[in-house]
């Protein structure tokens, strides 16, 4: 079986429910179909797929880079070794950005920095349909633009993209209800794991080198102010043992009503703040 071959890599966790979504992505079939027929045939193209990705899964390659999708707050999405993977933990941004923007009256303008993929600002489109909202991202990768290109129009969402660092590409004029970000955090020092060493964009989770895990937090506390409409909302992603730092950042930034979110797993993921104006 599947989970019992990736039970035997070191770098899959969970593996019957990863062994699950790769059926569904790579063979086309769905987990209750599993249930129900355990033991039907896979067509030969399915089976080609799925040895495929087997192989490069035995080699170390991240089942998401392997099937070239993975899956983020329900939906799928392409991703390429130019994007990270979504995780699970960053589901709790796409929640804190979400439940501002339901709390929020009338037309919504917001701003993710650092695109990626593209899966938040895309399901926060998706989920707010209906609702007059104008989504903005930048990314200092041209490949993840690429992608995120592809993920827009494979969920029908309009999505304005610009290339550069953080702010950087942004129109001096410009102003939004939210602006977000899931930043690099991960210092020159930092160990992270084997197969995300490997495979994943060093400058998409590494802050510069000398410089702190905080180094992007610190430069959107200082900056994006000059961005966010009054009562608007600034929400970023941190790392482990981050919030309370970026917290005090936040306050001393012109920042009210400063709040920590945690993850599903406990760990203090998002810290949120109101833009006094």
């Not at 209750?32 to 030969?44: G, N, T, W």
């Not at 990768?141 to 494979?154: D, I, K, M, W, Y």
């Not at 550069?164 to 970000?181: H, M, N, T, W």
Request: hydrophobic share 40%; glycine share 8%; net charge negative.
């Amino acid at each position: 079986m599947l989970a019992e071959e990736f039970a035997r890599l070191p770098h899959i966790s969970s593996p019957r429910e990863h062994a699950a979504v790769v059926m569904e992505i790579a063979a086309g079939v769905k987990r209750e179909d599993i249930v129900l027929e355990p033991h039907e045939k896979l067509d030969s193209d399915a089976a080609s797929r799925l040895e495929l990705v087997l192989e490069q899964a035995r080699r170390g390659k991240p089942l998401a880079y392997a099937l070239g999708e993975w899956y983020f707050a329900g939906r799928r999405f392409f991703v390429s070794e130019s994007v990270l993977i979504p995780r699970p933990d960053t589901e709790t941004l796409c929640s804190v950005a979400l439940q501002f923007c339901r709390s929020r009256p009338g037309a919504l303008r917001i701003l993710e920095v650092g695109v990626g993929c593209g899966a938040i600002s895309i399901t926060l489109e998706r989920e707010l349909s209906g609702r007059q909202v104008s989504l903005v991202a930048t990314d200092i990768s041209q490949e993840a633009l690429a992608v995120a290109t592809a993920n827009a129009a494979r969920h029908g969402a309009q999505l304005e993209l610009h290339e550069g660092s953080l702010l950087e590409p942004l129109p001096p004029d410009s102003r939004f209800d939210l602006i977000f970000s899931n930043p690099p955090y991960v210092a020159e020092k930092d160990e992270v794991d084997e197969s995300v060493r490997r495979y994943e964009p060093a400058r998409a989770y590494r802050v510069p080198a000398g410089q702190p895990g905080t180094y992007f937090h610190r430069c959107l506390a200082k900056n994006a102010g000059a961005y966010i409409n009054p009562s608007g909302m600034l929400a970023l992603e941190v790392g482990y043992n981050q919030a309370d730092e970026v917290k005090e950042l936040l306050g001393g930034s012109g920042f009210e009503g400063v709040s920590i979110t945690p993850d599903l797993a406990g760990v203090q993921r998002v810290v949120s703040a109101i833009w006094a104006g």
